[in-house]
């Protein structure tokens, strides 16, 4: 059985898309086939941030107007077998797709893969209804800054009325110095204000913008931030992970291991 | 009288009044209140749809044998049912659909998180069971009570009546308004760290201003006198 989830936030660079390649890596180390559909149609970036932009051919918006095949238009991961993206165009915009065409693309590769994931532009106009058209549940990406949450709040409310049950939140960027002077919003006190379902927090490392520049995921590295997108990825096959410390590292063997790098 | 002017017949959502086809219509009306008169223990205060049968009748004769009805009874009437589709289906919908259009016009709870740029109005006092986010808003012609944390826009007393309140568990809004008053909380330098004790609050108007305070029984009886 297949699932179709999307990645949304309203709001803009809060980290959509790296949570989109970095879940989609997640599950693919799990061994699941996964395909990661970016839907910002004019302004794509999920092919660069995976390092695949060199490799596209054909597009969302050519398969959808016909001019393709779907698997034409798939490319698979430098790394994982099982991961596919399928690119966003960007010569065109949001109009060149309506929602039915995203209800029945989104159908058609559901049945080859075990997970679609959706990458959504940030807005709540066309591309937000065309990638939440197909969705059955969802995860909102925000960060402990006001204005982030505000707008996760509303996209909640749509996403709700938009008849999506299953709503999971990412909380990206945590800075747990900031938080601990009082500084930044905890995770804690993100979830009191949009109470929803915590799926997991990622700190703020550089690690995550490199790895992102490199074409590569931070998922399998060594990092807490790559523990923390590989707990969420098995959160979502329903696994139950504990959270990460983010304050006291990841495990205790995180913890010998950074011990040792110090000498 | 001839009592058979008029029979009537019941199913569980309504009635279906038999008129007798030849009778001038000023009997006939005295008839049905006359019928309804003698049964008004009966029916008591039931709501209920209606239908004309036997007899072709204008607007204003239906109109008024209503009126003879309900000023020989209690009875509300829901509507009036046209004979040809007067299948008791239609007879559930319609009665059973005004009663909800009822019930949600009064709209006394609300159950769940209003988040920003959702907009909740209501013509009655509302109970909110949940929080209200920044950007979301409440317009109440009555009061406002929300048991959880007011961080949006409220406005109680839209109708004008400078004697509405708005209470919260945590009163944290960008603007609190009472029929003509308005105030907005205060731009703080500090950041926001979403951290909101719960301290019930209440909002009403006091010698021409807003007063926000600590519910207490002092504050209480402030308002109350």
Do not use: W
């Not at chain 1, 500084?183 to 915590?198: F, R, T, Y």
């Not at chain 2, 007067?86 to 919908?93: D, I, L, N, S």
């Not at chain 2, 105030?183 to 703080?188: E, K, L, P, T, V």
Request: glycine share 8%.
């Amino acid at each position: 059985m297949s699932e179709v989830i999307v990645v949304t936030s309203g709001k803009g660079g809060v980290g959509k898309t790296t949570s989109t390649a970095n879940i989609g890596a997640g599950l693919a180390r799990m061994n699941k086939k996964v395909v990661l559909i970016d839907t910002d149609i004019g302004l794509r970036n999920l092919d660069v941030v995976m390092g695949l932009e060199n490799r596209i051919i054909y597009n969302l918006v050519d398969v959808v107007e016909g001019n393709c095949r779907v698997k034409q238009a798939l490319i698979r991961d430098k790394h994982y077998p099982g991961l596919y993206l399928l690119p966003s165009a960007q010569t065109r915009d949001k109009s060149a797709v309506s929602p039915e065409q995203m209800i029945k693309l989104v159908d058609s590769l559901t049945q080859i893969f075990d997970y679609v994931v959706l990458d959504c532009p940030a807005g709540i106009e066309q591309g937000f209804r065309n990638a939440t058209a197909a969705a059955q549940r969802a995860i909102v990406v925000t960060t402990p800054e006001v204005s982030a949450i505000r707008d996760a709040d509303r996209i909640i409310g749509l996403l709700q009325a938009g008849g999506i049950k299953k709503i999971d939140l990412i909380v990206n960027r945590v800075r747990v110095d900031m938080v601990k002077r009082g500084e930044m919003m905890s995770v804690e006190d993100v979830l009191d204000i949009l109470a929803v379902n915590l799926i997991g927090a990622i700190p703020d490392e550089e690690s995550v913008v490199i790895a992102a520049n490199h074409g590569e995921s931070v998922v399998g590295s060594d990092t807490l931030s790559g523990q923390a997108y590989m707990n969420i990825a098995r959160r979502i096959t329903g696994e139950t992970v504990p959270l990460i410390d983010l304050e006291s590292g990841a495990t205790l063997l995180h913890r010998v291991v950074s011990l040792f790098r110090r000498k | 009288m001839d009592h058979s002017a008029v029979t009537l017949k019941s199913n569980p959502y309504g009635l279906v009044l038999n008129l007798d086809p030849v009778l001038p219509f000023d009997e006939l009306c005295a008839a049905v209140g006359e019928k309804f008169r003698n049964s008004a223990g009966f029916f008591k205060n039931a709501k209920l749809a209606l239908t004309f049968r036997g007899r072709v009748l204008t607007h204003e004769q239906e109109s008024r044998l209503i009126e003879a009805i309900v000023q020989n009874s209690k009875i509300e009437v829901i509507c009036v049912v046209d004979e040809d589709k007067g299948t008791e289906e239609y007879y559930r919908k319609a009665v059973t659909h005004t009663l909800e259009k009822q019930e949600t016009a009064q709209g006394q709870f609300y159950r769940g998180t209003l988040r920003s740029g959702q907009v909740l109005e209501t013509e009655t006092s509302v109970v909110i069971i949940g929080d209200v986010n920044p950007g979301a808003q409440i317009v109440s012609k009555g009061n406002i009570v929300i048991l959880g944390c007011c961080m949006g826009n409220i406005y109680a007393g839209a109708g004008g009546d400078r004697s509405c309140f708005a209470a919260a568990l945590t009163m944290k809004p960008m603007q609190v308004r009472i029929a003509d008053k308005a105030a907005r909380s205060a731009i703080s330098k500090k950041t926001d760290t979403g951290e909101y004790p719960v301290e019930p609050m209440i909002v009403y108007i006091k010698d021409d201003h807003l007063q926000i305070k600590p519910i207490t029984n002092d504050t209480l009886g402030e308002y109350l006198s």
